[in-house]
Each structure stands twice: as structure tokens, then as C-alpha cells.
């Protein structure tokens, strides 16, 4: 799962894409295995982190043992994790996540569906020696990228898509989340992403909403 910026919302298409596998039978795990901008788990804040939300969606319980499975690389500053990591002494390798993340999905049985949440934007650094995009090509795994409506969403979500082509990804669909508060509007946007996107499956998801359309082909 990964994005065209930061705050475009993966978290939630993710949190919506799990809680539509679950109610369509399918077991499914979300981890975000780097953190940043996290408090302590008994803090209040802690019920808004992606931590929190991915193990609701899940139906899990918040505790020491869910949220490191969920999200081993926690990190307190609002940066981007090679600065977080950095601003606490640590640096953070590429290898140890795609090690991790290899790990994290062999536990789980193979009819699991296993989504993983990477960090910012996908061209967005999320170790100190590499970006979303180093992580997904590592992991050789498809991606769902998550674009907005804001005016300027289709400039970046269509160079994120171009980014991932070019590295060969796998890109099994876009989500195209609706903006809050936009004043470009939302179906002129998704026609304008049929017309210009590259052969992609488009799904939609309106702002307040739980359900993602068009997610039914790849329920299946
Ligand atoms: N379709 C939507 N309807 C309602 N609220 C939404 C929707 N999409 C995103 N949001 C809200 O917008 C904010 C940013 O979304 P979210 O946290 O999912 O982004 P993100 O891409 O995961 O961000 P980060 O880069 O910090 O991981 C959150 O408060 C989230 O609840
Ligand atoms: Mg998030």
C-alpha cells in the first residue's frame, strides 16, 4: 500500500480494503513495519497512529505484543525515517525491513492476504539507505497505489504511477481517495484518470466513506 504523497491516505484505504476482506471471508494481516511522529502506547494520541487503526480494521487488541508484530520500527520525531532514526542514534538498513517484512509473511497461512503500509510517498525515503519504491521492488510484491482529488493529484499520482512502471512494479490497482474539502470535483477527477492513467484498475473511495468501489475484482 503505498501512496502519491504523504497524508493521501493509505492508512485508511488500508484499514477499508481489510475490513472488506474480513467481511468477505478472507483472513488478512496489515502491518506498517516504520513508524514515525509515534507516542507510547498508553498515551491518548496512540488510538490515531496507523499502529492503532491497522489493528482495529483487523480486529486485533492493542498491546506490547500486536503493536511491535504490527509495526516493529517505531520512531518519535514527524520526519521521515532516515531522520527520525537518525535524530534517536539509530540507523535504519533497507535489508533488516525487507528481511522482516519476508519474515512477516511466511508466518502467515498462504491463503492470508497480507497488506503492508509503507511510509510518506512512494519515492518517499523509508530506511536510511532506501525509498517505498526500493522496498516494494525488494519485496517483488504488487502494489495498491493511493492518490487524492485536490487540484495537482493527478500530476503526482500519475508520476508515482510512472515511477513504478519503470521499476517494473506490479501495480494491482490505484485507489483514487477523495480530498476533503476539494473543490475539484471527485468524478471529473476519476474520468480524467481513466482517460490519462495508464491501463490500471481504478477504484474510488469519497471522503467519510468504508466502502471502496470497484474493489470487487480484486476480492476475487
Ligand atoms: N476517504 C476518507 N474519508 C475520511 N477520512 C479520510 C479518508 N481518507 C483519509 N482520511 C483521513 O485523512 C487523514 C490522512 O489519512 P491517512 O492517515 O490514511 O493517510 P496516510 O497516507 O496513511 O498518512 P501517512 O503518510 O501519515 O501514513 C486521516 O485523518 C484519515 O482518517
Ligand atoms: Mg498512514
Not at 97 to 125: F, H, K, N, R
Amino acid at each position: 500500500m503505498t501512496g502519491a504523497g504523504t497524508e493521501i491516505g493509505k492508512t485508511y484505504v488500508t484499514c477499508a480494503l481489510a475490513r472488506q476482506l474480513r467481511a468477505a471471508g478472507r483472513a488478512v494481516r496489515a502491518f506498517k513495519p516504520v513508524a514515525t511522529g509515534m507516542v507510547e502506547p498508553d498515551d491518548p494520541a496512540f488510538q490515531h497512529s496507523d499502529a492503532a487503526q491497522l489493528l482495529a480494521a483487523q480486529g486485533l487488541p492493542h498491546d506490547e505484543t500486536t503493536i511491535a508484530a504490527c509495526t516493529p520500527w517505531r520512531f518519535a520525531a514527524p520526519l521521515s525515517p532516515d531522520m527520525a532514526a537518525a535524530a534517536e542514534g539509530h540507523r535504519l538498513e533497507l535489508a533488516n525491513i525487507v528481511t522482516w517484512a519476508l519474515d512477516a509473511i511466511q508466518q502467515v497461512s498462504a491463503d492470508t492476504v497480507v497488506l503492508i503500509e509503507g511510509v510518506g510517498g512512494v519515492m518517499s525515503p523509508i530506511a536510511s539507505d532506501g525509498l517505498n519504491i526500493d522496498l516494494i521492488a525488494a519485496l517483488a510484491c504488487p502494489a495498491i497505489l493511493v492518490g487524492g482529488s485536490y487540484l495537482g493529484a493527478i500530476n503526482h499520482t500519475l508520476t508515482a504511477l510512472a515511477a513504478m512502471r519503470a521499476r517494473g512494479v506490479d501495480v494491482l490497482g490505484l485507489v483514487v481517495n477523495e480530498t476533503f474539502g476539494s473543490p475539484v470535483d471527485f468524478a471529473a477527477t476519476v474520468a480524467s484518470f481513466a482517460r490519462f492513467g495508464p491501463d490500471v484498475a481504478l477504484m474510488t473511495l469519497r471522503h467519510g466513506e468504508a466502502s471502496i468501489g470497484g474493489m470487487r475484482d480484486l476480492l476475487t
